[in-house]
């Protein structure tokens, strides 16, 4: 599949930001994917969240439902299902070293005005407790608009560093 990614944004973060906006999704691609790689924040216990963009501005209406199954290392696997909330999330994470969360997301039906946006999601966090956890799941708008990006935050804090990309998934 690495030869079928086309890169459409990237975004390094080297010092504390409030968030994080990956935009350029069109109808050039059907699926799109984007990498969340080796992200810390500068406040303790936070969750690393997302939000779809309509026009480049995240969509902050409480339309957004998710389930996952919870991969703990320190306790039993878990289901988590949310519905109307105001974001999606990758995982809580910590201030101490090696306390970082990872995922990969596919992107579908984001320019398409008849449907709703979705992803699918795969992450791995070290979370604040310094236990390894995963998720796999996804999370869908239940409104029927185009979307063009995501938009990374902390629930409180900032995004301390990581790396965000976004692809085309060549058809």
Same mark, same amino acid.
């Given at each position: 599949? !690495?030869?079928?990614?086309?890169?459409?944004?990237?975004?390094?973060? %080297? #010092?504390? +930001? !409030? #968030? *994080? %906006?990956?935009?350029?999704?069109? /109808?050039?691609?059907? +699926?799109?994917v984007?990498q969340?790689?080796?992200?810390?924040?500068?406040? &303790?216990?936070?969750?690393?969240?997302?939000?779809?963009? *309509?026009?480049?501005?995240?969509?902050?209406?409480?339309?957004?439902?998710? !389930?996952? $199954?919870?991969?703990?290392? &320190? #306790?039993?696997? /878990?289901?988590?299902?949310?519905?109307?909330? !105001?974001?999606?999330?990758l995982?809580?994470?910590?201030?101490?070293?090696? @306390?970082?969360?990872?995922?990969?997301?596919?992107?579908?039906?984001?320019?398409?005005?008849? @449907?709703?946006s979705?992803?699918? +999601?795969?992450?791995?966090?070290?979370?604040?407790?310094?236990?390894?956890?995963?998720?796999?799941?996804?999370? +869908?708008?239940?409104?029927?608009?185009?979307?063009?990006?995501?938009?990374?935050?902390?629930?409180?804090?900032?995004?301390?560093?990581? %790396?965000?990309?976004?692809?085309?998934? $060549?058809k």
């Open positions: 599949m !690495a030869g079928s990614l086309i890169k459409i944004d990237e975004e390094i973060v %080297t #010092s504390a +930001v !409030a #968030s *994080v %906006t990956l935009t350029g999704i069109d /109808s050039t691609y059907d +699926v799109y984007v969340v790689i080796n992200v810390a924040t500068d406040t &303790d216990a936070q969750g690393l969240r997302f939000r779809f963009t *309509v026009s480049g501005s995240p969509d902050t209406s409480s339309n957004y439902d998710r !389930a996952y $199954k919870n991969l703990r290392a &320190d #306790s039993a696997f /878990s289901n988590i299902n949310y519905t109307n909330q !105001a974001e999606l999330d995982g809580n994470i910590g201030t101490a070293t090696q @306390e970082i969360a990872n995922a990969t997301q596919y992107l579908f039906n984001f320019n398409n005005a008849s @449907e709703y979705f992803c699918t +999601v795969e992450a791995s966090n070290r979370n604040n407790s310094g236990h390894l956890r995963g998720f796999q799941g996804g999370g +869908v708008l239940t409104v029927a608009q185009a979307t063009n990006g995501v938009n990374y935050f902390m629930q409180s804090g900032n995004i301390a560093s990581g %790396t965000f990309k976004l692809y085309g998934l $060549k």
